[in-house]
């Protein structure tokens, strides 16, 4: 398979790059920024590179900024490693002002915040407000917003395949099926299946502490107990939800829900899949199961393209 590569130097020139002897892509549902980890063979001097960009055929499969560039000669030969990731990193990269907003939407933050890191394209529900959020110091861009979003409409955003952010349910649709019975066609083989049952990850209740401090309020998993886990925790309510205290407690019951069920499947050769995107995993071992891309490496060597999937139950996404 060919894989392209082009590099922008400092002073803005565009150079072709030899293709690799490794690659690994790493575009994860819970990262707004994609990694790119490369290796090519060099011998040459390499001029410092601000963006890198990686396509196959007529798909781009990574654009963004360089974030490390290692020149190195061995036994082996002499070799450039680049690692990099997309523009979201700067979501990650960049602290947010840390404040007490009045009024604030999801819109008016991103048009504060996010839209001078280069974003042009935000979907929401509606227009909610919070009538105060307290943003205290330590939060980057991404995990601010992760924030007001939780707290305006119980889900934190991600970033779309066409690099803009949304905070929308995940449908189903147009799913990819992966199985290997030889009477499907049109599928995705693997060559490597395995599913996890995680019931130390599903919490069963929290109790949350009041306004007078005390630990009094206790809130039940909302998605019920059908692993018939006892695990309960008591949390101190997150500043951010001050006004609502039992969100914050929503919100990890949320995220031990995600863990309880995993997938992880090989599938040979180089399959552009983005986290979000609805699998329909259908196996004996596992049985039929509509689940989505949490995570997807893509993994290149001369030898050849292996693409590993971390799968999720999207109503948890």
């Not at 400092?10 to 990262?31: C, D, F, G, H, K």
């Not at 119980?154 to 030889?182: F, K, Q």
């Not at 083989?189 to 395995?194: A, H």
């Not at 590993?308 to 999207?314: I, Q, Y």
Request: aromatic fraction near 8%; charge should be negative.
């Amino acid at each position: 398979m060919s894989i392209n590569l082009m590099g922008l130097t400092l002073a803005n020139e565009t150079l072709q790059l030899a293709p690799p002897s490794s690659m690994v892509i790493t575009r994860a549902w819970n990262s707004p920024a994609v990694r790119l980890d490369i290796t090519i063979p060099h011998r040459e001097a390499v001029d410092d590179l601000t963006r890198i960009q990686v396509s196959h055929g007529e798909e781009v499969l990574f654009a963004g900024f360089c974030d490390e560039l290692v020149r190195s000669v061995d036994g082996s030969g002499a070799a450039v490693s680049i690692s990099a990731r997309t523009p979201g990193a700067l979501l990650c990269d960049n602290e947010a002002l840390p404040k007490t907003y009045t009024d604030l939407t999801a819109q008016g933050f991103f048009n504060a915040e996010i839209r001078p890191l280069g974003f042009t394209a935000l979907t929401v529900p509606d227009a909610s407000s919070a009538a105060e959020f307290q943003l205290n110091k330590g939060h980057s861009v991404w995990e601010a917003f992760c924030l007001l979003c939780f707290r305006l409409y119980g889900r934190e955003p991600h970033i779309t395949a066409d690099n803009a952010l949304a905070v929308e349910a995940l449908t189903g649709a147009d799913p990819v099926i992966i199985s290997n019975n030889p009477a499907e066609t049109g599928v995705l083989r693997y060559c490597s299946l395995e599913f996890t049952t995680r019931r130390s990850s599903a919490l069963s209740s929290i109790v949350y502490r009041d306004v007078g401090g005390a630990y009094s309020q206790l809130y039940q998993n909302p998605f019920g107990n059908d692993q018939q886990v006892r695990r309960n925790r008591y949390v101190i309510p997150a500043a951010e939800f001050t006004p609502n205290p039992a969100l914050d407690g929503y919100r990890r019951i949320l995220k031990g829900q995600l863990g309880l069920h995993s997938a992880r499947v090989a599938v040979p050769g180089l399959c552009n899949i983005y986290p979000g995107r609805a699998v329909y995993l259908k196996d004996p071992l596992t049985g039929e199961r509509l689940m989505a891309a949490y995570q997807v490496k893509i993994i290149y060597t001369e030898s050849g393209c292996l693409t590993r999937l971390v799968l999720a139950d999207p109503a948890y996404m």
